[in-house]
């Protein structure tokens, strides 16, 4: 049946009729909340929600209509078995809106016996102790406020956690160090800046509990971030689905807020997109138009407005190789290339790290790029590495090497087996890695001396082909299929100019981080991009067979 609800049909009237500026997600989500509501037989349970907002009178703030409305949904609607309708919230809204104060608020009603569950535990989850700490904070210091002392009756509290009396429900703040943390119970788990997160690893040992207690909750709050390609990116793909594709949602309720295009950002009555909370916060809006002022003047201040304060993520083009909307558009598909002529590129730091082959084929004006990786189970950076290597070497990206080195005639060897699908012309390896990879290559058939097919890379040639890989990028000429390796491996590379550099105006590359974010597979397509003019104009096997030869 329809929703008639005022409190969420106010937040819904308020998109479909303009009478706030909202993004397309978010008119997109009040058009499938309305489907919802028509097709499925819910209940939008009204005297719980009444009693729920009846406790704002113990906090500083009131509730926003988008606050409302996505409460309401998350904890008080409920399909014909009685199970909630939409049991995990992704909040994706910018920074400032506040999410922790509406954590806060939903953690609070779901303890109190309202909800009705008894011992439901919330836990709230971050990749770092003090973010971890901040909803839990905000909670503990509405207990400790003056006017609140009526609260001391219903609940104990301390710095570690924070109990209701009558339920036993307790609030606990946990961090990503997912050790000791199986046999969890909880009734909802909360993520805080979900975005931070590489992998599902920890999160699946927090969300294992769930189940247990009746009615589990998730609730991922976040603003969006600089790590591609992980959970927020999986959620935000999923909203996607859900949201324009008409995809089952399986439960999720994806609030979205951002803008609709980076050009908008330079229009401040935009902003309200992606921050639904701006209309009623002028100090707000007064610290992000500062902001604004100054992103002409830092590019770093740029990045963070439009990630943090937009929730449309823009690299800082004097760090970043290129954007990630061009390193997604390149994720296409690989054809099938035998008989084609291609050039091998190699890179690594140490045999005792990370190490990368690829076989570069231009086609037509694209550039395909078939890898493959080795990880030394031994490296003294794995621990560090924020990045699901597991699940690559399952999927066959990488290859876990358990020695005290990756032994050089591991790479040859997969060279060599490309060798009998491709016409392999050249090979490229940096000038100050050839020496261990010498032997290895020779017995392949790759020799450096005057003649051979093996270029010696050197910084000079990387400062020549750096425009080149931009422009190629740019024109989402390169194609090395759906490989998260390679997209975490570009990602994690940045663009450097030393003094020299910038007297020569060239440029090279170099890591975001270290030691935990490698960039082997990237570098090893610069070695063979070195080599790229000497496959201009080449006719490959392939195409030579096409041709006929006539006699006169």
């Known amino acids: 049946m329809a929703i008639s609800d005022p409190r969420v049909t106010e937040y819904l009237g308020l998109v479909e009729s303009g009478g706030i500026v909202a993004c397309k997600e978010q008119h997109l989500l009040c058009a499938h909340v309305r489907k919802c509501f028509d097709r499925e037989r819910l209940t939008l349970d009204a005297e719980k929600l009444d009693k729920y907002l009846s406790y704002q009178k113990y906090f500083p703030f009131r509730l926003f209509p988008w606050e409302v409305f996505v409460f309401a949904l998350h904890c008080c609607v409920f399909r014909a078995d009685g199970l909630p309708r939409w049991p995990h919230l992704l909040l994706l809204v910018g920074r400032g809106a506040g999410k922790n104060g509406y954590m806060a608020f939903e953690d609070f009603c779901l303890m ?22 901040r909803t839990f904070k905000d909670l503990y210091e509405i207990l400790e406020a003056p006017g609140n002392r009526a609260l001391s009756a219903a609940f104990d509290w301390n710095m570690t956690e924070i109990r209701n009396r009558k339920t036993g ?15 969890l119970r909880p009734g909802k788990v909360d993520f805080d800046e979900v975005h931070e997160y590489d992998s ?79 209309r009623y916060m002028p100090s707000l809006l007064a610290q992000m138009r500062l902001e604004y002022s100054q992103i002409s003047i830092s590019l770093s201040t740029r990045v963070g407005f439009m990630t943090k304060r937009m929730n449309l993520p823009e690299s800082n083009r004097e760090i970043a190789v290129t954007d990630w909307s061009n390193i997604l558009a390149c994720s296409r598909p690989v054809p099938d290339l035998n008989g084609r002529t291609g050039i091998v590129g190699i890179d690594y730091a140490k045999v005792t790290d990370f190490a990368s082959a690829g076989v570069l084929i231009p086609v037509n004006g694209t550039y395909y790029w078939i890898t493959h990786s080795w990880l030394c189970l031994r490296s003294a950076d794995i621990e560090r590495m924020k990045c699901p290597w597991r699940e690559w070497a399952s999927a066959g990206y990488l290859t876990l090497v358990d020695d005290v080195e990756i032994a050089p005639a591991l790479i040859t060897a997969w060279v060599a087996e490309q060798g009998k699908r491709y016409n392999l012309s050249m090979l490229a390896v940096d000038n100050y890695r050839f020496a261990l990879m010498k032997r290895a290559l020779e017995e392949i058939g790759f020799r450096a001396e005057k003649g051979g097919r093996v270029k010696l890379v050197r910084p000079s040639d990387i400062g020549i082909v750096t425009p080149v890989i931009e422009q190629k990028f740019a024109k989402h000429a390169f194609a090395y299929g759906d490989n998260p390796l390679m997209r975490w491996a570009i990602n994690n590379t940045s663009i450097l100019q030393t003094e020299n550099d910038k007297r020569k105006g060239n440029f090279t590359y170099g890591k975001v981080e270290g030691r935990s974010r490698k960039n082997d597979p990237f570098m090893a397509l610069v070695a063979a991009m070195t080599c790229e003019t000497d496959l201009r104009g080449q006719l490959d096997p392939a195409t030579l067979s096409a041709l006929r030869v006539w006699a006169f």
């Open 200 to 278: 599902y690893d920890n999160i699946e040992v927090f969300m294992g509990g769930l189940g247990k207690k009746p009615h589990p909750r998730i609730t991922y709050a976040t603003t969006d971030g600089h790590v591609r390609d992980g959970v927020l990116d999986d959620l935000k793909r999923r909203a996607e689905d859900i949201l324009e594709r008409g995809a089952d949602d399986m439960g999720l309720l994806p609030f979205i807020c951002r803008l609709d295009r980076k050009e908008e950002a330079g229009d401040e009555a935009m902003w309200h997109k992606a921050n639904p909370s701006l």
């Open 169 to 183: 429900s307790a609030l606990r703040y946990r961090t990503n160090n997912a050790r000791g943390k199986d046999g």
């Open 112 to 133: 109190s016996p309202t909800h009705g569950v008894k011992h439901y535990d919330i836990d709230l989850c971050a990749t770092n102790e003090e973010q971890a700490k």
